[in-house]
């Protein structure tokens, strides 16, 4: 019902009375009032003027379930979608909701995490309402070798939603990070729950820098905000929604494939390809030239010798970025 009341507020650019809004959606005055009230909790700012009722006068700054839902039109991700004040981790939060049997597409986002992972136990710092902490749960119908492309083509939707977004030439530092210039922006995590040929599901989460200005010391030095580098500040709940519906595209709409045609954008944003890179196998560090990305998500390395070989994960060490 909050939804719907915003929804008729926001296509209202006059005063609609509370007794109109009731009749429309057959509900009591009461339950419009009490509806208002919490949506002015939630940041929407509505002005009330006697005998002539409610004017929607600002959207909610901060990230707000409502705001998101009116402006989304995806099939399936974020048709369920929740936020949160405060969380350990959305990813640790989905995957519990994820073993009850949650819907594929369901979103959670917070607006605070207390314990936001990185990979491979790091850690995945943020302040309150600094940035947007995103996870998406999918049930794809396959096996998990089928999905191995769903990191790159997460970083690929999320790369393009935010540089269609707040004009910004992100680029995508494979496998999992989005930078601008030498700096991060955006860090992706995927985890997954499966058996040997079939996958339970998968949840992608992506923490991104929005207003941050400043960081802790030990990354203050290769972390980033959209804020710091455009100077602007942008509605995030529109950019959330523009990242979903990049999301249903790539993940979606092309059945968790890096298809030709992503490939070749893939290869076109991302600051990997062309650079000299390290990488390590068993125990041996190899160098090479980052020369391409494979149809299931792999970095093409060109070795000395000429031949080419594939890195699907792990640490890889780009010359010139960090
Ligand atoms: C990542 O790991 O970059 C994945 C981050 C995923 C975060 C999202 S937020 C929503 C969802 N819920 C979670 O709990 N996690 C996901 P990795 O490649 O391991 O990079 C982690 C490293 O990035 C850290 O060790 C720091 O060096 C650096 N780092 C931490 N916070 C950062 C920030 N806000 N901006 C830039 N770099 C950061």
């Known amino acids: 019902m909050q939804t719907k009341i915003a929804k008729i507020l926001y296509e209202s650019d006059k005063h609609i009375s509370g007794q109109q809004i009731s009749e429309q959606l057959g509900v009591s005055r009461q339950a419009v009032s009490k509806a208002v009230k919490s949506l002015r ?7 009330s003027i ?7 006068t600002k959207m909610p700054q901060k ?3 409502e705001a998101i839902s009116f402006y989304l039109d995806t099939k399936l991700i974020g048709r369920k979608i929740e936020v949160l004040d405060t969380v350990g981790s959305t990813n640790d939060y989905l995957k519990k909701l994820g073993s009850q049997g949650a819907q594929s597409g369901t979103v959670v986002l917070a607006r ?3 314990a936001g992972k990185g990979r491979l136990g790091r850690t995945w710092q943020s302040k309150k309402d600094d ?3 995103l996870s998406v749960l999918l049930r794809p119908e396959k096996s998990p070798a089928e999905i191995s492309s769903i990191t790159p083509l997460t970083g690929l939707a999320v790369c393009r939603a935010i540089n269609d977004f707040c004009r910004l030439d992100s680029r995508i530092k494979w496998p999992n990070d989005i930078i601008v210039g030498k700096k991060k922006l955006v860090g992706i995590l995927t985890e997954m729950s499966a058996e040997f040929d079939r996958v339970d599901y998968t949840v992608t989460g992506i923490g991104i820098n929005v207003k941050n200005t400043t960081f802790p ?3 203050a030095h290769k972390a980033t905000s959209v804020l710091l580098e455009t100077g602007r500040h942008f509605d995030v709940n529109k950019l959330v929604v523009c990242i979903l519906k990049n999301l249903e595209r790539e993940l979606v709409e092309n059945h968790y494939n890096l298809s030709g045609t992503s490939v070749a954008d893939y290869q076109l944003l991302c600051a990997t390809i062309g650079r000299s890179v390290t990488f390590t196998r068993g125990r041996r560090k190899i160098s090479g030239m980052a020369v391409g990305i494979s149809n299931s998500g792999e970095l093409e390395v060109m070795l000395s010798n000429g031949t080419i070989s594939t890195v699907n994960s792990g640490e890889v060490t780009v010359q010139g970025i960090y």
């Open 50 to 56: 006697t005998n002539k009722g409610y004017l929607l």
């Open 131 to 133: 940035g947007i902490a």
């Open 112 to 114: 605070e995490q207390t």
């Open 63 to 65: 990230l707000c379930e």
């Open 217 to 219: 010391d030990d990354i």
């Open 41 to 47: 909790d939630k940041g929407f700012e509505i002005e």
